[in-house]
């Protein structure tokens, strides 16, 4: 790791970087995920920063290897910063870092122009100082293709800033991975699933007072768009027309067992990658947590009087969809599409060495979920298939409970409880050509700890895809939000913590600016360690290729709002920290509107694009038309408009 202490600037390291979008003689857009506002605390003192050493440029399909020291400074507080850059022509790319056997960071990227794109964002990892306190070998997996279609490599700096703030929670005093683990033979640690068996075995401390695992998991190819599949028994119902589509229905559930019982349940968030349904959608503001891919918590305190044995215990990951009779009844499936991309990560909170955590036997209450399907096909005036119409419904209660004795000699109760539910509409029309997706996600989370969790997740697209010649038009509009409420000790940062260190004047992190932004508004006193966030993001858009050439334009707006969370159950909040209201069309910023502590700060990113109008984004990457939607591979790109691609995922 290269040590920048004796020249840290928040100012100058900050310049530099917009630098790299000047070094060409051309200014690059500025591609940005609306995140809360991440204190940079210069006022504790001088941050010990380094550039860690790893070499992250991506011209072809890579893993890049770096090594890790621990920096000369006590810290409790970690922070990176991942600021890319390209130019030319693209994919967008999944992106996951990993410190050994363990990820720590899922991103993804944003697909370059022709006068070149820069992002940055910035990260709290403070989660991981059990890792970052020990050398480490750093392992950056993003797969690239270059060709003479595809010229646009991702150049990349990662940074790593410590600090110390006194009001952070401890962090684990233990990691282990639930992955791979190949990092001894420099290869990525994820599991691909179904191929896979995401399964490992560890003897747990015996010294072990608390247990959480946290679940990464997304979908690829057959599966990025799990949440407009049909039906297994309705694949075909357009083969005639468009093709065959991709089944196991839209719904999707993450799975944690534990020596092969259910220990709890994630039901993914449907991330929108920066290639996903229109590209011009998302220039310059990108898909929620397309730059941070969101992880789920499991409380497994309550399998500590089993695990705590002295003896191996299995900790696997499954995905499943859903089997259909073709009757209206269903079933959860052992298997999905391909290929979901998982790993997991078991948190460990120690006791004093020598010390035996010891209870009862968890009573384990994990009924099947309650699934509803129903679909009804419409046929035309000449008997083909027309409309296919397809309801999904889902509910799902956890309760593991057991007491615990530990290293005090208090015997507690320890519990773990989830309750979710879950609603899908799919109409496929014009024979397959035009497709409307409406879901809602919810669910809720509590652990013994104190531990709070709350989401709410909907999500509409409208889309539609033609071809005629050699040309191909997709029209879409699309809603998606993600609210959130935390409370108690999670894991991860809640994002509040750090804001409970801050003075002013103080300097922050703000998606989309390249350097630090000064405020001088004051933040309230003694916030509370939860956190709520309100996040809504609308826009629509059209696809246009012909030939060799495609181009993409629309409108996107977001609306993110970010408070303190002090009621137990994350049911109420107090005033708003953070909030971004934020407009773009035809890839320039239009409307940009911040507040910080109730005061206006940033300046507007208006204009961030280099021109605006009609975007040329080249070809989208994937093998058809219907690849960019996820209705199913389809025919190749070359029947369906006489273009070559190469590269393309999932061609038949």
């Known amino acids: ?76 507080r970690v922070t990176i910063n991942f600021t890319v850059t390209s130019r030319g022509r693209q994919f967008d790319r999944l992106g996951l870092m ?35 306190r020990a050398d480490q070998k750093i392992i950056f997996d993003l797969g690239n293709l270059i060709d003479s279609t595809y010229t646009g490599s991702f150049n990349t700096t990662l940074t790593a800033t410590f600090s110390t703030i006194p009001t952070l929670r401890a962090a ?28 490992v075995a560890y003897t747990i401390p015996q010294n072990t007072e608390r247990a959480v695992v946290s679940l990464s998991a997304c979908g690829q190819a057959s599966e990025e768009f799990w949440y407009t599949n049909v039906y297994n028994t309705e694949v075909s119902t357009f083969e005639d027309q468009i093709g065959t589509l991709y089944g196991y229905s839209p719904f999707r559930e993450v799975q944690l067992l534990i020596d092969g019982q259910l220990a709890g349940v994630a039901w ?106 129903s679909s009804e096909l419409a046929k035309n005036a000449t008997g083909a298939n027309e409309t296919l119409t397809y309801n999904t419904s889902a509910t799902r209660s956890i309760s593991i409970t ?55 997740s909907p999500l509409i697209v409208i889309s539609t895809f033609s071809t005629s010649g050699d040309g191909v038009g997709i029209n879409a509009t699309v809603g998606h939000g993600l609210n959130t409420a935390f409370n108690g000790p999670s894991v991860f940062p809640s994002g509040i913590q750090s804001f409970n260190g801050t003075a002013s004047p103080a300097f922050f992190a703000l998606a989309g600016h390249l350097s630090p932004v000064p405020s001088m508004a004051s933040p309230p006193t003694n916030l509370p360690a939860g956190a709520v966030t ?58 940009d509107e911040e507040m910080l502590y109730g005061r206006r700060v940033g300046t507007p990113l208006l204009g961030t694009a280099r021109s605006g109008g009609v975007q040329p984004v080249g070809d989208v990457g994937r093998g058809s038309v219907r690849e960019i939607l996820g209705r199913g591979p389809g025919r190749v790109r070359d029947v369906l408009v006489g273009v070559g691609v190469g590269g393309g995922r999932g061609e038949e």
């Open 1 to 76: 790791m290269q040590v920048l202490q004796d020249r840290w600037d928040a100012w100058g390291r900050e310049a530099c970087t917009d630098g790299i979008r000047r070094r060409a003689g051309y200014l690059m857009s500025i591609i940005f995920l609306v995140h809360e506002a991440v204190p940079s605390l210069r006022h504790y003192g001088k941050p010990f920063v380094g550039i860690l050493d790893i070499l992250l440029i991506f011209p072809s399909v890579l893993t890049s290897i770096g090594s890790y020291t621990p920096p000369p400074c006590s810290f409790n």
């Open 534 to 591: 309100a996040n809504l993001q609308t826009g629509s858009a059209s696809y246009l290729s012909a030939g060799n050439a495609s181009y993409s334009f629309g409108t996107t707006e977001q609306d993110f709002g970010f408070r303190g969370n002090e009621a137990v159950g994350g049911n109420a909040a107090n005033e708003e920290i953070y909030s971004r209201r934020v407009r773009a069309v035809n890839a320039s910023v239009v409307v």
């Open 98 to 132: 990993y410190l050994g056997d363990i990820e720590v960071f899922r991103t993804s990227t944003a697909e370059p122009t022709s006068n070149g794109i820069v992002w940055t964002y910035i990260k709290e990892m403070q989660q991981y100082n059990a890792l970052w």
């Open 402 to 456: 057991s007491t615990l004795k530990t290293s005090n000699g208090s015997v507690l109760p320890a519990s773990w409880t989830q309750n979710l539910t879950y609603t899908n509409l799919n109409i496929l029309s014009s024979q397959g050509f035009t497709q409307r997706t409406q879901q809602t996600t919810k669910g809720t989370g509590d652990s013994s700890s104190g531990y709070t969790s709350r989401f709410f």
């Open 268 to 373: 993914p968030f449907p991330v929108i990658f920066t290639g996903g349904i229109v590209p011009g959608l998302w220039r310059p503001i990108v898909g929620i947590e397309a730059f941070d891919l969101r992880e789920n918590e499991i409380d497994v305190s309550p399998w500590l009087p089993i695990l705590c044995d002295g003896g191996p215990h299995t900790f696997e990951i499954r995905m499943a969809g859903i089997n259909d009779d073709g009757r209206n009844g269903a079933s959860l499936s052992d298997t999905v599409g391909s290929t979901w991309i998982i790993t997991g990560k078991i948190f460990l909170f120690l006791g004093p060495q020598g010390s035996i955590t010891s209870g009862t036997t968890p009573r384990i209450d994990v009924p099947p979920p309650t699934l509803q399907i």
């Open 172 to 199: 684990a005093d233990q990691i282990l991975p639930i992955s791979a683990r190949r990092s001894a033979t420099n290869e990525p640690s994820a599991f691909s699933v179904p191929s896979d068996n995401a399964s």
